[in-house]
């Protein structure tokens, strides 16, 4: 049998399947907390939090109102999405302008009520979530067994991530946000609804992370805690990124996944904390991230 | 308006003195003492230096658990034990401060908290700190084998005087040459570097500061308690901290104390009556400071004061 660092090449491949997922996972992440940073200049402290609701509100949709996968997949970011706007237009919108430390804090306590509340209605402990009929077993490629429902994550998140690109870098409503990060005065002089566009990005932002959390319910378990440690290893995959950059989010959570599955094999015992150590080699060497550019 | 501090001051130090014999739980009053000294070590960087840490748990825990395993496993006195704790404490402020000055603000904040998660994991896979199950039955030992810690009323008032010790030291930082630079920066940080001032030595060094003091104050507070759980280097603590600092005001000196006493009282308390949702008011707390209350408790009062007869510095 095939072996590279004395570890069995199928067995590699599945960590470097599961490290995809993850990074699948990290890019929709750090993709909805890019856009949101762009053009609010807020740290959503919150994502991971979005993410868990998303995941419950899948798992509540399923057992309390036999809502299945596909519609949660629609339905949940929608639901989660409209809660972000509500938080963006009650408290958020009133800390633009004071310094971005504040956003951060505020996001902080918002994860810490929307985890509190859900660990006291559902307890601490994890719900499994079931893989739906059609996206069951797995092909059989030779030298691996590809799990369908893996697979599906990384083709979604990866379409999901791309049609994000495109409408930011590509379409009129992207030019429109761009300009707004820009210069959001100088937009809104224009006639084009400026706060209203906020409080739209920021739900988009936070769709995009409970979409994550719809994906991932399958295979991880859905707990109050799922998302706080995750966010953290968001966070430093945006800071190896760059903070404002779109593409950088995106590429650097799928690189980042894969380099933890590949330390899973290698090295297990640092698979935690692979992605804090490369983040603090970025930042001795480019300070701005891979892909950000220095202000 | 001085002769009020004065009062105020002398007021809270006799309420120390005199708390264990007030039936309060002497353990109980160790903990608010403990926490009170890492909030204001906390404040040392948040208020007067405007640099958000996010991952100063990291600190508090790595001390208390070097400390815990020096004086458990390899038998160290109290005092070595807690310079033991200490030294780590610093050499971790070192590095992660040195990487984390590299950025500003928001950045900062972020930096500081991955890698205090990666020390967070370090901690729960080493085998010294017992991972999961956390270290116990740390002994409290004796003050250079003549004064035994094992009472709780000594104990008691060695941790306080050793609060009041970093408390003035805490004081007497942010009054000296050092301290006006901090502030320097803190009020406007390209004109400190255009005055010639080396901006990120400066923060290096309160960084490094403020992370020793943490790393004392989870020392004594291994001790006190007799145990280290992976909560002490936990992001959840990382953010207490934060909101004890700025509930009762960043950038005063007796905010974090009355800060740090409010939100571990209403831990203790709130645990028993309402659960998990504890975690949910704490969360309350936080989102009505960032909203209405940035000030805190001691910012608001003094600023009520300022008004009628000029400055004041609690």
């Not at chain 1, 972000?84 to 306590?109: A, C, D, K, S």
């Not at chain 2, 002398?10 to 608010?32: D, T």
Request: charged share 10%; net charge positive; with cysteine.
């Amino acid at each position: 049998m095939t072996t590279v660092f004395g570890v069995p090449l199928p067995a590699i491949l599945g960590q470097l399947m599961l490290g995809l997922v993850n990074g699948s996972f990290y890019a929709l992440l750090s993709l909805g907390l890019a856009v949101i940073f762009g053009l609010l200049g807020v740290v959503n402290f919150a994502h991971g939090a979005f993410y868990m609701l998303g995941a419950f509100a899948a798992y509540i949709g399923l057992a309390s109102f036999g809502i299945n996968y596909w519609w949660a997949l629609l339905l949940a970011p929608l639901a989660v999405g409209l809660l972000g706007m509500v938080i963006e237009r009650l408290f958020l919108r009133h800390l633009y302008q004071v310094e971005p430390v504040y956003g951060l804090l505020l996001t902080f306590g918002i994860a810490l009520i929307a985890e509190g509340v859900m660990r006291s209605l559902f307890g601490a402990s994890g719900k499994s979530y079931p893989v739906p009929p059609l996206l069951q077993g797995g092909f059989n490629l030779g030298f691996m067994v590809l799990p369908i429902y893996r697979a599906w994550v990384i083709l979604a998140s990866v379409t999901v991530c791309g049609v994000t690109w495109f409408l930011i870098e590509r379409t009129r409503l992207g030019s429109r946000l761009r300009a707004a990060t820009e210069n959001a005065k100088l937009v809104q002089a224009f006639g084009i609804n400026v706060p209203l566009l906020v409080m739209c990005t920021y739900g988009a932002g936070v769709a995009l992370a409970a979409l994550a959390g719809v994906l991932a319910a399958p295979v991880v378990q859905v707990s109050p805690l799922m998302g706080s440690s995750l966010v953290i290893v968001v966070f430093a995959v945006v800071v190896i990124g760059g903070m404002g950059s779109i593409l950088g989010a995106i590429v650097s959570g799928l690189v980042l996944g894969l380099v933890e599955g590949l330390t899973k094999v290698i090295y297990p015992e640092a698979s935690n904390i692979v992605v804090f150590v490369i983040m603090a080699v970025v930042l001795i060497w480019r300070p701005a991230g891979l892909f950000g550019k220095e202000q | 308006m001085r002769a009020q501090i004065i009062t105020v001051y002398v007021a809270l130090a006799a309420l120390a003195l005199i708390a264990p014999f007030l039936g309060l739980y002497p353990v109980f009053l160790m903990k608010l003492l403990c926490f009170a000294m890492f909030a204001c070590a906390f404040n040392l960087l948040l208020g007067f230096t405007k640099m958000l840490s996010f991952g100063h748990a990291a600190y508090f825990g790595a001390s208390a658990y070097v400390t815990g395993w020096l004086v458990t496993a390899q038998g160290w006195g109290t005092i070595a034990g807690i310079l033991g704790g200490v030294a780590v404490a610093l050499l971790l402020g070192l590095v992660i401060g040195a990487i984390a000055v590299r950025r500003q603000g928001i950045y900062f904040a972020m930096i500081t908290l991955a890698l205090a998660q990666l020390v967070f994991f370090v901690c729960l896979q080493a085998d010294f700190t017992g991972g999961e199950n956390g270290l116990q039955g740390i002994p409290r030992g004796s003050l250079l084998g003549v004064v035994g810690l094992g009472n709780d009323r000594t104990m008691y008032y060695f941790v306080l005087a050793v609060f009041v010790a970093v408390f003035v030291l805490i004081r007497r930082i942010v009054h000296s040459p050092f301290g006006q630079v901090l502030k320097a920066i803190r009020a406007n940080e390209p004109r400190a570097v255009s005055l010639g001032y080396k901006v990120d030595r400066y923060k290096l060094m309160a960084f490094v500061l403020s992370a020793s003091l943490s790393g004392l104050a989870g020392s004594l507070k291994a001790l006190v308690l007799g145990f280290v759980t992976l909560s002490d280097v936990s992001q959840t603590s990382s953010g207490e901290v934060i909101l004890m600092t700025l509930l009762g005001g960043s950038g005063t000196f007796l905010g974090p104390v009355i800060g740090a006493n409010v939100v571990v009282t209403l831990q203790e308390y709130l645990s028993e009556v309402v659960g998990a949702w504890v975690s949910v008011i704490i969360g309350a707390i936080f989102v009505v400071c960032v909203m209405v209350f940035r000030r805190g408790f001691v910012g608001e009062i003094q600023r009520r004061f300022a008004q009628r007869s000029g400055s004041a510095a609690l």
